[in-house]
Structure formats: C-alpha cells, structure tokens
C-alpha cells in the first residue's frame, strides 16, 4: 500500500485560489495577533507609569518644568514651594499626561 499511498501524496496539490485565501486569513490573524500584543504591552506601561505617579504623590514628590528652559526636575513640595516662590511664572507642574513625554 505504501507505494500506491506515496503516489497518492505526491499528486495532490491545492489551487492557488485557495492557497490566497489562507494565505489572506493568515495575515489578518498575525495582524490581530499583532494588535492584541501591543494593546497588552501599552496597558502595562500605562499601569507601571500610573503606579510611580502614584507612589511620586505619596511621597509629596512633583514633576516641574522650567517655563523659560523646558528643563524638567523632580522636586519635594517644600522645593516646589522656595522656587514658586522665588521665581513666580517661572517654574510650572506638570500634569500626569505630560510626564509621559
């Protein structure tokens, strides 16, 4: 039977149509695949970034940025305060969206 099965295997073959179309659907499904990882992935950023924003404000720690400069510091609330104070406009917080960037 082996040779009569071999010679069965050998001749069989798939039309090109349907190897487009699987070949269609295997891109769509690597595609989701592909979108699913990064939705994933950016959740977990999302979630790392909101948990050291969260633990910077526990501590009474901000983000500030020079209005002239655009240099950003991490700064103690009581830091905060002594630059709002000696130099009003100069310095401003930033927001959690900002930080990111």
Request: glycine letters at 6%; proline letters at 2%; charged letters at 25%.
């Amino acid at each position: 039977a082996l040779p009569v099965m071999t010679e069965v295997w050998q001749s069989w073959g798939i039309s090109q149509g349907e190897m487009n179309r699987r070949s269609a659907q295997a891109m769509l499904t690597m595609q989701e695949t592909n979108r699913i990882m990064q939705s994933t992935a950016e959740g977990r950023r999302t979630t790392e970034w909101h948990q050291q924003l969260t633990g910077m404000t526990l501590q009474g720690r901000w983000i500030i940025e020079d209005t002239v400069t655009k240099e950003r510091r991490e700064v103690t609330m009581e830091q905060l305060n002594a630059l709002f104070e000696a130099q009003p406009g100069r310095w401003r917080t930033l927001s959690a969206s900002e930080i990111g960037r």
